[in-house]
């Protein structure tokens, strides 16, 4: 793991500051770009995520991995054990956790009378499902990892990250990248003299975890790196069941993934800006503000985007006639 980077003479590391107690609670805003694109992707949104989450368990039928875990509400329990046993899958609920909606990277305890969530380990064997419960119960992230099918690499990188206190961990993803420089020709240049960490990355749309704070990506792991080939190859095995689920969902999937994006975070709050809206999540309390810029070859740029002067808009995109 790269732990530090000279890039036209500024040192880049993984490292934060991060302020003490500062832990936000769940959620996640979007904000649109304009009226036009929240007409046109407000309804395909929800459907790219939805696609995506049932991708988890069928990824599992299918033997891509051992486990899934879903976290779901406790009323839906009968309703989705029944549907995964009709796919030959055991259904093991392992926590009874606080409802929440949008981001959150911890789970509470419910208040005594509301409803709750509960999660649960879909599994393709009932030794596959107490083998994870019994890792969860015992902090083992690596065993965890490993019947969730993420590589080992990025279970190693999600331990050092966590011990860390890096749990949303796009920055340390981006120092681990070997694709990534800052280019003189693009937007990046202009920042060479601010005084705080900014990075371009170039990313593939299969190991870019930006947008999954709107359940909009392919593999189901944080990747150690934007270009890590171990989560492109498992991603790849998604796309094709998402191929196989929805052909056209699945083009829009990796058109969103690739997308050129920034994510910038700072005081615990991250805000990813892409072309057609924005993303408002709580992530890592950052003393000092650090920003990534994704870009992708080829990149997918949809004609709704807003045009402007600053990163990832532009005044005028070349594939502007191709996305119309």
Known sequence: MNTGISLTGITKTANMKLIAGLDLPPSCRTTWVSEEARKVWAPVIPKVSAMVSGLEVSSVACGHRPCAWQTI????????AAIWAEMGLVSLPILRVRSF??????????????????????????????????????????????????????????????????????????????????????????????????????????????????GIRVGFHLPCAFDCQETIAVAAERMDLAKATDPNLADVLKGLLSMPMSWDVYHGIAVVRTPIFYLIVPSVPAAERHVVEVVSMPEFVPKESARGTGFPFTVERKNDAENS
Request: aromatic content about 12%.
């Open 73 to 80: 509400s406790e009323d839906e329990l009968p309703r989705l």
């Open 101 to 214: 909606t949008g981001f959150a990277h911890r789970h509470e305890q419910p208040r005594a009378g509301e409803r709750a969530n509960v999660c649960v380990i879909v599994a393709r064997t009932l030794k596959d499902a107490l083998r994870f419960k019994a890792a969860n119960a015992s902090g083992d992230n690596d065993v965890q990892g490993e019947l969730l099918g993420f590589p080992k690499c990025c279970r190693e990188f999600f331990c050092t990250s966590w011990a860390g206190g890096y749990f949303d961990p796009v920055w340390q993803a981006a120092m681990n990248s070997t694709l990534y420089h800052i280019y003189d020709q693009s937007p990046s240049a202009r920042h060479e003299s601010l005084s705080y960490p900014h990075v371009t990355v170039l990313g593939h749309p299969f190991a870019n975890p930006v947008l999954r704070y709107a």
